[in-house]
C-alpha cells in the first residue's frame, strides 16, 4: 500500500478509525480540561501568594513541563495496577487510566506557565489593584481572566503535548483493539506491522486534527476579540 | 464603606521616605485640609508620586508620622487614585468601571456604570476594548475609575503629562468640576500653567523637600523663595 | 455565550466515552495478557470474534513482551496469559501465579537475513551452524532484547551454539529492547539477520530487502501456552470467563478457529492441545 492509498482508506470512513479519533479527542480533551481544573489555580496559586518552599516549587514546576510521557505512563502504571496502591479502583487498562496520565503530564505545563504569565500580568497591574483595594479573591479572578488569551494558548500547547504522546498511554491502557487503541498509539502498532505507508497516513490525520483543534480555538479568539465581551 | 472616618485633615509629621540608601522625601511636614484642590508642584524626582503614594497608603514612611483625620493609616479608605500612566484591564471600557465599583464595594449595574461614563464623556465608547482607547481617553476612564469609588480625596498624579491640549482640557474640566462637588483634589504636576488653572493650595517640592506652601494666587506673584522664583522663571532647580 | 456553552459541549462529547472505565468491569469482558507476536500476526483479530459471538464474552488484549505479559499476570493485571516461553510459564505456574498451563498451538522461528546473504547461511537446515557462521562473519544480528518468547528461544539458541554475544556484546550484535515488528523494521533497515517467528513475518508488510535464510531446524519449534491467572492470589480475577476462554481456545472450535487463520494461503499456527493439557 502507497501513501494514497492509505489516505483514501483513512477518508472513506472507517467506522473502525473513526472510533479511535473520536477516543484519542475524548482523552486528550478530558486530561486538558482536568490539567485546567487544576493547573491554572495551582499557577495563579504559585504567582500571587509568598509561602515557605515557593521558589522550590516554581523549580519544580518548570523542571517538570519535560516529564517523559512513558516515566508517567509507568507511573501511573505501578499506582493503578492490581498490585499497587490504587488497585481496587480497576482501572488499569482502561480510557480513565489513559485520562489520568495524560492529566498529569500537561497539569505541570500549564501550572508553570500560568505561573508566569500571571506573576507578569501581576507586576502590571500590582498597583492599580492595591489603589482600588482590590480582595485576594477578586485579584486572582480579575488576573485570570485578563490572561484568558495567554491561557488558552497555553491549554493548546498542553492538547497539543497530550495529543502527540505514546509512551504515556501505551503503557496505562495497554492498546488494547476497540477499547483503549488512540491515534498515536495505532501508528506506533502499523509501523511495528510494517505498514509504514498507513502509519504515515494516520500520522497526518493525527496532525490535521490538532490544526483543526487549534483553528478552532483561533476563530474563537478573534470572535472575542472583535466583541470584546 | 460609607462609615469609614475620614481621611483628612492629612498631616504628615518630619516624614521621610527612603527606598535603600536613596531618601526620596525628606524631613516633610505637610497638613492637607478639605476645600480648594491642593497642588503639588515641582520638577521630575522632586517627590510628588511618592507623597501621593503616601495618601494612598501605598507607602509608609521610613521616619516619621503620618495620620489620617487623627487616625493612624490602619483604617480603610474612601480615597482613590489615578496615576500618571494608567493600567487598563484587557476589557471594554464599561467593564473596567464595573471592576472598580464592585471592588469599592458599590452595585455594578448598567446606570451607575453608564452614568459614571458620562461624567467623564466616554459613554459613546462604553463597549470599545480599554486598551484601544487613545491615552487621553485612557486617563478619563481612569479618572471615572477613581470616580467609582465616591473618593473624598482624589489623588491625581501628572494626568495630563502626556496629552495634547484638546485632551488636556477635557481631564482638567472634570477635575475642576469634581472640585467644586466636594472631592478634595490632590494634584502633582510640573506643568506651571495647569498649576496656576487648578490650584487652591501650592506646595513647591525639590530634591524631595517642600520648599515653599502658599496659596494659589500669592505663590505666583510673589514666592517668597529664591527656589521658586527660579522655577517660576523657568530654570531647572535641581 | 460562547466559553460556557463551549465547556459544556465538550463534556458532552467526552463523558459518554469515558464512562466505560470501571463500569465494564461490570459488562461481559476479560483481560487476556499476549505477545505482540501473538498480536502482530493478526490472530487474535480473526479468532476473538468467534469467541465473543459464541459467548458474548469481550476479550481484551493487552499485547506486550512475554516477559512483561507475565508480570502482568503476577499483579493481577489480566485475567488470563497466552504467551510463548515454556519454561517461564512452568515458573510461573509453580509459584503459584497460574491454575495450570495448556499447550495450544505452535508455530516456528525462522531465521530471517538480507537476500544477499553476507554471512553465507542459506543452503543450510542447522540453526546452530547458521548463527555460528553469522558470528564468524561478524554480519549484523537484530536482538530483540525484551525478555520476551522469541528473545528467551533466541538466546537459548546461541547458548546451545557455544556462544554468547548477549554477554560479550560484539557491535554487530544490535539489541534493541523492542517488539518484533520493530525488529524487523530494524533488520531491514540495516541488512541484518534476525530470528523471527513465521507468524508475524508472514502478516509483516515491510520486508525490503528480507527473505527467509533458514527454517526448518526442529530446535526452532515455538510453542504457545494458556493460563489462567490464580484467583487465589487476586480475588477480583474473573475466573468463570476466563476459563470459558481457555476452554474454548482448547477446544475443537478453538483449534479449528487458529487453523483456519491464513495469511496469502499460508497457515500461520498449528493448533496442538490436548484435552487433558
Known sequence: MNATDAVQLIWSGDANLFAIVRLSLAVTLAATFLAAVLGLPLGAFAALVRFPGRELLVVVLNAFMGLPPVVVGLVVFLLLSRAGPLGELGLLF???????????????????????????????????????????????????????????????????????????????????????????????????KGNLALAVGLGLVLISLVMTVNALAWSVRRWSEKHAA | MRDTPSDLPIKLEAVT????????????????????PTVLLGPNGSGKSTLIRLGMRLISPSAGRITFG?????????????????????????????????????PSDAGTVFHLLSQVGLAALADRPARRLSGGEQQRLAL??????????????????????????????????????????????????????????????????????????????????????????????? | MDFRSLVFALIALITPILSCG??????????????????????????????????????????QGTGQALDTGRRGDADVVFVHAKAQEEQFVADGFGV??????????????????????????????????????????????????????????????????????????REIGQGMGAALNTASAMGGYVLADRGTWLS??????????????????????????????????????????????????????????????????????????
Open chain 2, 17 to 36: 521616605v527612603r527606598a535603600g540608601a536613596v531618601s526620596i522625601l525628606r524631613d516633610v511636614t505637610l497638613e492637607i485640609a478639605s476645600g480648594a
Open chain 3, 204 to 277: 509483516f508488510k515491510n520486508k525490503g530487502d528480507l527473505e527467509i535464510v533458514l527454517e526448518g531446524d526442529k530446535r526452532l519449534f515455538n510453542q504457545y501456552g494458556i493460563i489462567l491467572v490464580n484467583p487465589a492470589k487476586h480475588a477480583h480475577i474473573k475466573k468463570e470467563m476466563g476459563q470459558q476462554f481457555i476452554d474454548w481456545v482448547i477446544s475443537a472450535e478453538g483449534q479449528g478457529a487458529i487453523r483456519s487463520y491464513q495469511i496469502d494461503g499460508q497457515q500461520l499456527f498449528f493448533p496442538n492441545a490436548t484435552v487433558s493439557g
Open chain 2, 144 to 238: 471615572a475609575r477613581a470616580l467609582a469609588r465616591t473618593p473624598e480625596v482624589l489623588y491625581l498624579d501628572e494626568p495630563t503629562a502626556s496629552l495634547d491640549p484638546a485632551a488636556t482640557k477635557s481631564v482638567e474640566d472634570i477635575i475642576a468640576r469634581t472640585a467644586s462637588e466636594g472631592i478634595k483634589i490632590v494634584m502633582a504636576t510640573h506643568d506651571l500653567g495647569q498649576a496656576r488653572r487648578l490650584a487652591g493650595d501650592i506646595v513647591f517640592l525639590a530634591g524631595g523637600r517642600i520648599v515653599e506652601q502658599a496659596a494659589s494666587p500669592h505663590f505666583f506673584t510673589s514666592p517668597s523663595t529664591d527656589a521658586a522664583r527660579r522655577f517660576l522663571a523657568g530654570d531647572l532647580v535641581l
Open chain 3, 100 to 173: 495450570k498451563r495448556f499447550d495450544v498451538m505452535y508455530n516456528d522461528f525462522i531465521l530471517v537475513g538480507p537476500k544477499s546473504d553476507p554471512a553465507k547461511v542459506k543452503g543450510s537446515k542447522d540453526i546452530l551452524a547458521g548463527l555460528k557462521t553469522i558470528n564468524d562473519n561478524a554480519a549484523p544480528f537484530v536482538s530483540r532484547g525484551d525478555k520476551s518468547g522469541t528473545h528467551s528461544a533466541e538466546l537459548a539458541l546461541w547458548k546451545a551454539a557455544g556462544l554468547d554475544p548477549a554477554g560479550t556484546k560484539p557491535t554487530w550484535y
Open chain 2, 70 to 106: 487623627g487616625h493612624s493609616a490602619a483604617s480603610g479608605t474612601r480615597s482613590a487614585v489615578v496615576f500618571q500612566k494608567p493600567v487598563m484591564l484587557r476589557r471594554t471600557a464599561a467593564a473596567n468601571i464595573a471592576f472598580a465599583l464592585l471592588a469599592a464595594g458599590r
Open chain 1, 94 to 192: 482502561t480510557p480513565t487510566a489513559m485520562v489520568v496520565a495524560q492529566t498529569m503530564l500537561i497539569t505541570p505545563i500549564v501550572a508553570a506557565l500560568t505561573r508566569q504569565v500571571i506573576e507578569d500580568l501581576w507586576a502590571e497591574y500590582r498597583e492599580e489593584f492595591q489603589a482600588m483595594q482590590v480582595g485576594p479573591l477578586a485579584r486572582v479572578g480579575a488576573l485570570l481572566w485578563d490572561a484568558r488569551f495567554s491561557l488558552v494558548t497555553i491549554l493548546l500547547a498542553g492538547f497539543g503535548r497530550a495529543a502527540a504522546e505514546v509512551g504515556a498511554v501505551i503503557i496505562v491502557g495497554g492498546n488494547i483493539d476497540g477499547f483503549t487503541r488512540v491515534m498515536t498509539t495505532t501508528i506506533a502498532l502499523e509501523t511495528s
Open chain 3, 22 to 63: 470501571p463500569a465494564a468491569a461490570q459488562e461481559k469482558s476479560i483481560v487476556v495478557a499476549s505477545t505482540t507476536s501473538t498480536q502482530d500476526s493478526g490472530l487474535f483479530g480473526h479468532i476473538l470474534p468467534m469467541f465473543k459471538a459464541k459467548t458474548g464474552i469481550d476479550v481484551k488484549v493487552v499485547a
